[in-house]
């Protein structure tokens, strides 16, 4: 954790309790009694803080009536990773919404979120020129087929579907009773039991041409029942049979490679030669082969066999189309 963020907590805990222990601070920041006390020395003296230590309470407070110089406060927003995620995000999906079921409640959501702004002291209309949130990938879908699709998932209402295969390039008709929606990579999926495979299997909403909505009743799977068929998958290709991927990394990348996250069950080492080595589950080769493929050449699939096999006959079919 950074010394802004600490700093913004240990300012959370003196203003939500009139005395804070010692210990408190240390359990809530996870630090060193030396890095809290190098911390409470740089906002007293920087940000003159007025913050003193009641020998008799045994515990830190807030002095402000007998504060002496400048007014103590923190400066700007103070945000981590995720918050500013979020934040941006929701800044930048009120601003570019399209018309739809939503569009009567946008404005007062958008007037919500700059007053939060303000009342952090960020100026609103300098955050598209300060902070940037790139999209990759996202691709276009009819809004009626969406809102078809999401309508159904919510009314739990069965629909049948006109789904295109990118990968065999036909047509079918599918049956399904939506079970809930997924927003994976910049794109949006609906988790459904299919009548036709009498499975549960996720489309990508963009890939549907059609929704005709049924008055069949729709067969309904619990969270933990779904979960459970799903199972440990990778990316959107889940499912309860899955191979394991172990694959290694260079020395020239492995330090950056270390810190992404695979999958949540992965687990990694590193190996004698200065190679990272990863092992996830999966059960659908075809996400992980283009994951793999991001990273070459600094990539070696060790287990299993078939896909080793596999990331070689697609970079050869490659290599025919470009060679």
Known sequence: MSRALRVHQIDQLLHNSRLVPLQTFIDTLEVSLATFKRDLEFMRDQLNAPIVYDRVLEGYRFDKQN???KKYELPGLWLNGSEAYALITANH?????EPGLLSPHVEPLKSRLLALLASEGVD??????????????RRQMPVKHFQQVARATLDEKRIVVNHHNRHTGGHTEREISP???????????????????????????????SVVITTAPIKKLSTKKLDELLGE??????????????LAFSPQ?????????????????????????VSFPYTDDREVISDILALVPDVKVLEPASLREKLIDVMQRSIGLNG
């Open 67 to 69: 504060a002496v110089g």
């Open 253 to 277: 990348r492995a330090q950056w490679v270390s810190k992404l996250n695979w999958h949540p069950k992965q687990t990694a080492d590193w190996l004698a030669d200065g190679w990272f080595r």
């Open 93 to 97: 999906l009120l601003e570019n919404i």
């Open 233 to 246: 998958g990778y990316g959107i290709f889940r499912g309860k049979q899955h191979e394991t991927a172990v």
């Open 124 to 137: 609103p209309d300098k955050i598209s020129g300060k902070v940037s949130l790139v999209q990759k990938m």
């Open 179 to 209: 079970q809930r929606l997924v927003h994976y990579r910049e794109n949006w999926y609906v988790d459904a039991y299919c009548h036709s495979k009498d499975a549960i299997r996720s489309f990508a909403i963009d890939a549907i041409e």
